[in-house]
């Protein structure tokens, strides 16, 4: 995939997609650095030879042994290539394709694509029988698994919006069975021999606001806009990449311009306040929630965060699912579920209030694992049922095969595990995914009845603060514990314990950066002076104990 995600339109990247459609593995890190580092055509030809095409058994594996295979020859495979709306991209995809000739294997163009779509498509073109999330046409599912394949990106939109609009019409039909069972007369009673049938729905559409931030997302979103107005939601898409907007991709607008600057993007000054809005990043894997305050204004011109919107991120999308999820759960038969692993994971950034809900309030078991996708994603991998979502708006659901398979056996005669059956099939399940997110939270907030309030009175955010500081050497900080404790240097961790038990409801560690040489510092407490001053004098004694550059905070 050729994209640098929610970074400038200047930049750009790749991101490479496992035979079973997840990420890269770890262990093939070093070789992409290799390789990327590259000075010389004959560099590239001695990694790709003695470094890539040496291991290619182990690396026709997938990301989780989903995909072990034996060595297959060159001319059996295929690359599928897709990128986003930058104006690099044609080149690179251009360079990508020859690049994959030149090794003497097949590659196909997926064109203008989201990351998670091409995921997708990774996956169900090694899957094309038995998929436990495609919905695949006959004529693909009878092509070989091997040679050139072209997967239909309508599979995507049949597989993921087709399971949203199943359960929505599901709920809608109970309601109007609700409705009328309302409205039928006591026993005995006469009645009028005019029958009213209540309406599917009689609520007018709802309007979600989405800041597309003038990317991919807008293309692949279009789609949605029809099919969801027959449901009764409409979108409306912002921040398109068209007219003036073009050439603007992730400026001033984007889920992780939304998430961290706590404003809301450009082109939504008419957004009435308390509108549902919600904003993906420029490849679409990232998805947060937000809603105007009132006199707010676009693109950041707002004088703080806190006045101008509110922002349900990644940890409130992750809650909202977890509720559900429970929920449907809970009405199963309690020998169907013996023995099934459920695993909600965060990292040390998750606020303390959503740990404390999730683990408290939810009864769920709660995993930590180091900063990155790739952590998280692995270890929701390893339960039958593995919720992750990170503050920033990446995650997804994970159902194991087991877990799957259980569900089919009783769909028939337990209404919960269709419905959950058919979650699995709405949650991307090779990637996080801004599309799927989108769908999963309308459907939640529908199935429930829940306003915007009611969803962000689950549980409340503990005031927090983040502070960077430079550093001679980030190497020289190092941490265990899934980040959260400093074992070097000596004393750093002394001195922040001590100085997190002065504070009520404090907590706070410090990491080193994964790109520079700077120290991250997270403090929360129970009141937004206390973080800011916790996270000040946190900072302070990593400036003293690591040697801090430049002045002292």
């Known amino acids: 995939m050729i994209t640098a995600s929610h970074n400038p339109i200047e930049d750009n990247g790749v991101k490479m997609v496992e035979p079973d459609g997840g990420m890269l593995p770890q262990a093939f890190e070093p070789i992409a650095t290799e390789l990327a580092n590259c000075s010389s055509d004959e560099e590239v030809a001695s990694v790709l030879r003695d470094r890539v095409m040496a291991s290619a058994p182990a690396a026709t594996s997938g990301a989780h042994g989903a995909h072990a295979t034996a060595p297959v020859a060159r001319g059996a495979l295929t690359v599928l290539v897709g990128h986003d709306t930058r ?28 990351t998670p779509q091409l995921h997708f498509l990774v996956y169900i073109a090694n899957h094309p029988t038995g998929s436990p999330a495609a919905a695949v046409p006959a004529a693909q599912a009878a092509a070989p698994a091997t040679g050139p394949v072209s997967p239909p990106l309508q599979s995507y939109y049949d597989t993921i919006v087709g399971a949203f609009l199943t359960l929505m019409e599901e709920h809608q039909q109970q309601q109007q069975q609700q409705q009328q069972q309302q ?23 709802d309007t979600v606001y989405v800041d597309c931030a003038n990317g991919v997302g807008a293309a ?62 420029g490849d679409a894997d990232r998805l947060v929630y937000f809603s105007p305050a009132a006199g707010s204004s676009g693109g950041g011109s707002g004088s703080s965060g806190s006045s101008s919107m509110g922002l349900w991120d990644g940890d409130k999308v992750a809650m909202l699912a977890a509720v559900f ?26 606020n303390g209030a959503s740990t404390a809900y999730l683990r408290d309030v939810l009864q769920l078991p709660v995993v930590c694992t180091p900063t990155g996708v790739k952590y998280l994603h692995e270890a929701a991998h390893g339960a039958d ?87 001679p050497d980030r190497t020289s900080i190092t941490t265990a514990d899934a980040e959260r404790v400093c074992v070097s240097p000596a004393g750093l961790q002394e001195a922040i314990d001590a100085i997190v038990a002065k504070v009520p409801q404090g907590r706070a560690f410090a990491r080193p950066s994964g790109t520079e040489d700077a120290v991250r510092v997270y403090a929360e407490a129970g009141s937004q002076e206390a973080a800011d001053a916790l996270a000040r004098e946190v900072a302070q004694a990593v400036y003293d104990l690591a040697g801090g550059v430049g002045p002292r905070p």
Not at 94 to 107: D, K, P, Q, R, T
Not at 183 to 205: C, F, H, R
Not at 325 to 350: F, H, K, N, W
């Open 220 to 281: 692949q979103l279009q789609p949605l806009v029809p099919a969801l107005a027959g449901v009764g939601i409409r979108l409306q898409l912002r921040n398109t990449g068209l007219g003036a907007a073009a050439g603007l991709l992730n400026c001033k607008c984007g889920a992780d311009f939304v998430q961290k600057e706590r404003l809301p993007p450009s082109d939504f000054a008419d957004v009435p306040a308390g509108a549902r809005c919600c904003s993906v990043d």
């Open 325 to 350: 999820i429970r929920d449907l759960m809970s009405q199963l038969p309690a020998e169907l579920m013996e023995g099934v692993q459920v695993c909600c994971v965060q990292t040390a950034y998750a």
């Open 385 to 471: 049922l593995g919720l992750y979502f990170e503050s920033n708006g990446h995650g997804t659901v994970l159902f194991s095969a087991r877990l799957r398979e259980r569900l089919a056996a009783v769909a028939g005669s337990h209404p919960a595990a269709r419905q959950l059956l058919l979650l699995s099939r709405l949650i991307n399940q090779t990637v996080g995914d801004a599309i799927s997110g989108l769908l999963l939270v309308e459907l939640i907030l529908r199935r429930k009845g829940w306003s915007l309030a009611q969803w962000q009175g689950l549980y409340t955010d503990l005031p927090s603060r983040q502070l960077k500081l430079k550093v």
């Open 87 to 114: 104006p690099s991209a044609p080149a690179l995809m251009a360079a990508a394709l020859a690049g994959v000739h030149a090794m003497g294997v097949h590659a196909h163009s997926c064109g203008c694509v989201t």
């Open 183 to 205: 409205q039928q007369p006591p026993a005995g009673s006469s009645s009028s021999s005019s029958t009213t049938t209540a309406a599917i729905s009689t609520s007018p559409a």
